[in-house]
């Protein structure tokens, strides 16, 4: 799937998420997509976290 694709589902999942279940339930939505998104790129190798967890704490990189 194209990154246009991805956004536009994600975009129609959030205003379904907002017209039905109100603020809250779009704050919800939004956190559990980005919480997928992040451990769907850690499980495919896309997404270093030990590289996160240094920069997050303020040490360098050695790469």
Avoid: K, N, Y
């Amino acid at each position: 799937m194209t990154p246009t694709i991805i956004g536009m589902a994600t975009g129609a999942v959030l205003a379904f998420a907002a017209l039905i279940f109100g603020f809250w339930g779009f704050v919800l939505t939004l956190v559990l997509v980005l919480a997928g998104a992040v451990l769907g790129r850690i499980i495919e190798g896309r997404l270093d976290l030990r590289g996160v967890l240094d920069a997050l704490s303020g040490r360098r990189s050695s790469s």
